[in-house]
C-alpha cells in the first residue's frame, strides 16, 4: 500500500495568497477588474449576457459583491439607469457581504434583497442573498421559508444547496458523529430529487466535508483530516464512491461552480486515502484551488491544497 500522505497543512496560518474565487470564468475576473476601477458597464454587458443561467448569474453577481467599491459604483449605475433590476441586485448582495461584516444593518439589506425580488420575480439570486444572510443570522425558519423561495424559482440551485447542507451540518453538533444526522437525508434527498446530470450529485461528499468542520471545531474528532477516520467508513466510502463514479461519466464541463465541487471531491479522496483518483481530480482542478474545504477545520488552505496535491501527483 502507498504510504498515506502528509498532514493537510498547518493550522491557524494565512494563505500565502489570495484565492480567486472568480474561479476560470475570465468574464467574470474581467468585469471585477474594471468594476474596481470605477468602470461598471463592463458589469452590466456581463449581467446582460448572463441571462437566466440562475446558477452562472448567481456565482456572478455574489463574487462581484465582495468588491470592495461594489456599492458605490452599483449605486453610480443606478443613478445612471434608475429602475436597473441588475444594478438593484449587485447593490443589494453587497448590503448582504456588509452586513455579515457588520457593517450594514440586517434589516435594511433584507429590505433591498426584496426590493431587488421585485423587480425580476423570476430571479433566485435575491432570495439566495437572504439565504447567506439568514444563514448566518437568521432564525430555522427564515432559513427554510428562503430556501423554498430559491427551489421554487431554481429547484438545483447550487450556490443554495451548499449553504443548507453547512448550516444543517452545525445543527446538534453537541451529540457528536452521527452517521444519521439531517444533512445527511437533506443531501441524499436533493441528490435524488435533482436531475441525472446535475452537480447535485456530489452534495453528500459535501454535507460529509461540513460535518467534519463542525465536529472538529467542536474537538469530537481530531483536527487532521487525513487521520480522523471520517473518510474511511463503509458509509463514507459508499458516497465517495458513488460521486468519484458520477463525474467520470458528467460531461457538462461549463457549469460555473463545478470546480467547488471538484475541491470537495479531491479533498474527499486525499482524506480517504485514494492517491490516483485524486490525482486525476487535481490534474482537472489545475491552479482553481477554493478555500473550502482545505482549510477545514482551522488550516491554510493554500499549504493544505499544494501539499495534497504534491502528495497525489508525486511531486516531493
Given at each position: 500500500?502507498?504510504?498515506?500522505?502528509?498532514?493537510?497543512?498547518?493550522?491557524?496560518?494565512?494563505?500565502?495568497?489570495?484565492?480567486?474565487?472568480?474561479?476560470d470564468d475570465a468574464g467574470l475576473a474581467a468585469a471585477r477588474t474594471a468594476l474596481a476601477q470605477g468602470r461598471?458597464?463592463?458589469?452590466?454587458?456581463?449581467?446582460?449576457?448572463?441571462?437566466?443561467?440562475?446558477?452562472?448569474?448567481?456565482?456572478?453577481?455574489?463574487?462581484?459583491?465582495r468588491e470592495p467599491y461594489c456599492a458605490a459604483w452599483a449605486r453610480e449605475w443606478l443613478l445612471a439607469e434608475p429602475g436597473s433590476a441588475d444594478a438593484t441586485l449587485l447593490l443589494a448582495l453587497a448590503g448582504v457581504r456588509r452586513a455579515l461584516r457588520g457593517k450594514e444593518k440586517p434589516a435594511r439589506v433584507r429590505e433591498d434583497?426584496?426590493?431587488?425580488?421585485?423587480?425580476?420575480?423570476?430571479?433566485?439570486?435575491?432570495?439566495?442573498?437572504?439565504?447567506?444572510?439568514?444563514?448566518?443570522?437568521?432564525?430555522e425558519g427564515d432559513v427554510v421559508r428562503i430556501f423554498e423561495q430559491v427551489r421554487t424559482r431554481h429547484p438545483d440551485h447550487h450556490h443554495a444547496h451548499h449553504l443548507m447542507v453547512g448550516w444543517l451540518a452545525e445543527r446538534r453538533v453537541e451529540a457528536g458523529p452521527d452517521p444519521l444526522h439531517e444533512v445527511y437525508d437533506f443531501a441524499n434527498w436533493a441528490a435524488e430529487q435533482a436531475p441525472a446530470d446535475s452537480p447535485l450529485a456530489i452534495?453528500?461528499?459535501?454535507?460529509?466535508?461540513?460535518?467534519?468542520?463542525t465536529l472538529a471545531a467542536a474537538g469530537h474528532v481530531p483536527a487532521d483530516p487525513?487521520?480522523?477516520?471520517?473518510?474511511?467508513?463503509?458509509?463514507?466510502r459508499q458516497v465517495m464512491k458513488a460521486a468519484f463514479d458520477w463525474w467520470l461519466e458528467w460531461e457538462h464541463e461549463e457549469h460555473p461552480r463545478r470546480?467547488?465541487?471538484l475541491n470537495f471531491l479531491a479533498h474527499a479522496k486525499?482524506?480517504?486515502?485514494?492517491?490516483?483518483?485524486?490525482?486525476?481530480?487535481?490534474?482537472?482542478i489545475g491552479d482553481h484551488a477554493a478555500p473550502a474545504p482545505w482549510s477545514y477545520p482551522d488550516r491554510d488552505p493554500l499549504t493544505a491544497f499544494r501539499t495534497a496535491r504534491a502528495a497525489a501527483l508525486g511531486r516531493g
Open positions: 500500500m502507498p504510504p498515506p500522505p502528509p498532514p493537510l497543512g498547518r493550522a491557524r496560518k494565512r494563505a500565502a495568497q489570495a484565492f480567486d474565487e472568480a474561479l461598471w458597464q463592463t458589469t452590466r454587458s456581463l449581467l446582460g449576457r448572463t441571462g437566466d443561467d440562475w446558477d452562472r448569474r448567481g456565482h456572478r453577481i455574489t463574487v462581484l459583491a434583497c426584496l426590493a431587488a425580488a421585485e423587480l425580476r420575480p423570476a430571479d433566485p439570486t435575491p432570495w439566495l442573498g437572504l439565504l447567506l444572510l439568514e444563514c448566518a443570522r437568521g432564525a452534495l453528500p461528499v459535501i454535507a460529509h466535508a461540513e460535518r467534519y468542520r487525513v487521520a480522523s477516520g471520517h473518510w474511511v467508513g463503509r458509509r463514507a470546480l467547488v465541487d486525499v482524506c480517504e486515502g485514494r492517491g490516483a483518483e485524486a490525482a486525476a481530480l487535481f490534474h482537472r
